[in-house]
């Protein structure tokens, strides 16, 4: 059966989207903060893209536009929250939470420390570390130069050592 | 000054090394293109009602169960369910009281399972929802394209002006069909004489429904999420009835 400009469309995304499962799904559930939305948030995430059908096809840059879309995607959902929000910060951490003994410690240290940064910075790390990606897919998803996504990089990190540094931490 | 020597980066490394992920949950998502073949009409239709039901899902997951009202997501799946001028809902819910918003109820895990009613009607461009709740003070909530009333005992308790039930949405056939082709492949469907089941999303957030395979239509369905560890069914559709004219 000949495939139609949408089925090929959708058979591309298909195709991205399942290559890509875990980094995207891993950079919602350390943006989200549990396992069951981070998979909401992507599976809705692909059903959101399957509506433009073959309008997919004028998107040069697909892979890009899927993690800016999912970026999109978790601040939503963490704004429509009414609970859960977060008061803690770095003052309060202590060297046993250093040690996180499983997913939930986990990400209420790396709030924490990402509290601590401008969202330009933690965006950056956050695209590196949880999605995986180069420094030029970076400055391709938040759309600045190659440098300025290293750079952010590395502020973000030297900054959370600065304050891990003075409060003794390492 | 800075410098870039290795004694400069070691404490960068332990910064990395402390936001570097170590116990990340797995996940069981799969993503396939819909397969180009045509659907005959019946089923279509049949998984355009699945897709609502999904919709449903997703809103629950995206929003998490104790933030949704049961109005919103019974809303939302007889919205999106809507082929019918007029038809009555019969549902179980779990619910605890709303004490923080105007709506009368949560859908919560932990809440109390309550028998209710829903019944749509439309009237051209109006659409009228009453939900009658099997509680003791057999209160109802009525939305009938202008405002909210709230009635308890057969008396007004509440009103405010509403904007109705948005139904431009619905003009989505077009939005039930994206649901419809993108979710076609992630659909179990399995059969036990004249009912077909058809299932999703496993041990996640999940809708089951049934169909009566003479009859063509959708018998009831089930929403339910993780808690706990286990899979609790929050919300059941018991029954629906197409075409039945509202009751006063």
């Given at each position: 059966m000949k495939l139609t400009t949408e089925n090929k469309q959708l058979t591309r995304l298909a195709e991205l989207i399942q290559s890509e499962r875990d980094h995207l799904f891993r950079y919602a559930c350390y943006r989200v903060g549990s396992a069951a939305e981070a998979d909401d948030v992507v599976q809705d995430l692909y059903l959101r893209l399957s509506k433009q059908g073959a309008r997919?096809?004028?998107?040069?840059d697909l892979k890009g536009y899927v993690y800016r879309s999912l970026a999109n995607s978790c601040a939503s959902a963490l704004r429509s929250r009414r609970q859960f929000a977060t008061t803690e910060t770095l003052d309060t951490l202590s060297s046993d939470d250093l040690a996180p003994k499983d997913f939930e410690q986990e990400f209420r240290l790396i709030e924490r420390l990402m509290s601590h940064l401008p969202d330009e910075q933690s965006e950056v790390i956050r695209l590196r570390i949880y999605g995986g990606r180069q420094f030029d897919e970076i400055a391709s998803i938040c759309n600045i130069p190659l440098t300025t996504a290293k750079s952010r990089f590395r502020y973000g990190i030297d900054k959370l050592r600065e304050a891990l540094e003075k409060r003794g931490l390492i | 000054m800075k410098t870039n020597n290795n004694l400069d980066n070691f404490p960068d490394i332990r910064v990395v090394n402390l936001l570097t992920p170590h116990f990340t949950p797995t996940t069981s998502l799969s993503f396939k293109a819909p397969a180009p073949r045509p659907r005959p009409l019946w089923q279509a239709v049949r998984i355009s009602a699945v897709a609502a039901m999904i919709a449903v899902a997703v809103f629950i997951g995206i929003s998490g169960v104790q933030t949704s009202t049961a109005r919103e997501v019974v809303e939302r799946a007889m919205t999106q369910l809507l082929e019918s001028d007029n038809y009555l809902v019969q549902f179980t819910a779990n619910v605890t009281e709303n004490k923080n918003s105007w709506e009368l109820y949560d859908l919560d895990f932990e809440g109390t399972p309550m028998k209710g009613t829903v019944e749509i009607s439309k009237e051209e461009s109006k659409v009228r929802m009453a939900i009658k709740w099997q509680d003791k003070s057999r209160s109802m909530e009525l939305y009938d394209g202008e405002s909210y009333r709230r009635y308890q005992n057969g008396e007004l308790v509440l009103e405010r002006p509403h904007g109705g039930i948005d139904l431009t949405s619905l003009a989505s056939l077009e939005k039930l069909k994206a649901y419809a082709v993108a979710m076609g492949l992630m659909l179990k469907f399995s059969e036990e004489g004249d009912v077909i089941s058809v299932s999703t999303r496993g041990d996640k957030v999940g809708i089951v429904a049934r169909f009566s395979k003479s009859e063509g239509r959708l018998l009831g369905a089930e929403c339910s999420g993780p808690y706990n560890g286990q899979q609790v069914t929050v919300l059941t559709v018991d029954r629906i009835d197409f075409d039945v004219p509202p009751a006063e």
């Open positions: 997919l096809s004028e998107i040069e | -």
